[in-house]
């Protein structure tokens, strides 16, 4: 039986601290999530979410501690990655294929299907977000970091986005949500970022 991406995936961080620039965001800030359990980040804005979401998927270096990863990690966040000259079927089927799916996966299912052949600057706020959860589900990772993931969308979307997550979760995936906004899961345990402000 082959193993699936979910098998053996795991996230931790041990003593992390984030400095930009002169100032240390947070520091002291220790986690491990292994198959199907969930972390939300809250805190004000600036206090490092996002910078915290970007140490945990390898995309910026920590000022102090460690992270450890198994698994594949994607990341949802405001920058889109989406090509905007492009429409929105060859900026995902571009991606699809850097990422070793077949075709782009989630079109039917997050309502993209009537959007297309549009290019990608002409999407809404909403759209979008929903363009990058379905780059994010191609990309078959086991574990998934969506920083403030509901923005932008409707009542319609976030009940979507939040189901998906759940089938992630219950598929063995990991999740790390860093969002104002609270989330609709019994699954998350809550990180409150300022209780590590430096």
């Known amino acids: 039986m082959q193993p699936t991406p979910m098998q053996g995936a795991r996230i931790a961080a041990v003593d992390l601290a984030c400095r930009r620039g002169d100032r240390l965001l947070f520091k002291g800030v220790s986690l491990a999530l292994g198959r199907g359990e969930a972390l ?3 805190g004000a804005n600036g206090v490092g979410k996002s910078s915290l979401l970007r140490l945990l ?3 910026a270096r920590p000022f102090a501690g460690a992270v450890e990863r198994r698994g594949a990690a994607g990341l949802v966040d405001e920058r889109l990655a989406l090509d905007p000259e492009a ?3 060859s900026a995902l089927a571009f991606w699809s294929g850097i990422d070793g799916g077949g075709a782009p996966a989630g079109i039917e299912v997050l309502g993209l299907a009537g959007l297309l052949e549009v290019p990608v600057r002409y999407l809404s706020t909403g759209q979008r977000k929903r363009a990058a959860m379905a780059r994010l589900l191609a990309q078959d990772a086991p574990i998934w970091l969506l920083d403030e993931p509901l923005n932008g969308l409707d009542i319609n979307a ?3 986005v939040e189901r998906l997550t759940e089938d992630h979760l219950a598929a063995g995936g990991i999740v790390v949500v860093a969002s104002h906004q609270p ?5 998350f345990r809550r990180l409150a970022l300022e209780d590590f402000a430096a």
């Open 40 to 42: 939300h980040v809250t």
């Open 87 to 89: 429409t929105l079927g």
């Open 158 to 160: 976030v009940a979507l």
């Open 57 to 59: 998927g390898g995309l």
């Open 183 to 187: 989330f609709a899961s019994s699954r």
